[in-house]
């Protein structure tokens, strides 16, 4: 758990260290926030480095 909790300080830190929003695909904010993408049938799941996960719906 202690590990988990440094992760989002250290995600947290990195996010407002950020001095511009992001407004197109950034390859290392990716590679430093995400861990894995699954896809699916009806939705995809994202997982953070952090360990935080969400699944996403797919529109349809």
Not at 3 to 31: C, H, P, W
Request: zero cysteines.
């Amino acid at each position: 758990m202690e590990g988990v909790k440094q992760s989002v300080i250290n995600m947290k830190a990195f996010l407002n260290s950020q001095t511009s929003e992001a407004v197109e695909y950034d390859e290392q904010l990716v590679r430093r926030l995400i861990a894995k993408v699954t896809m699916y049938d009806d939705k995809f799941g994202v997982e953070l480095k952090s360990g935080l996960s969400v699944d996403i719906m797919r529109n349809k």
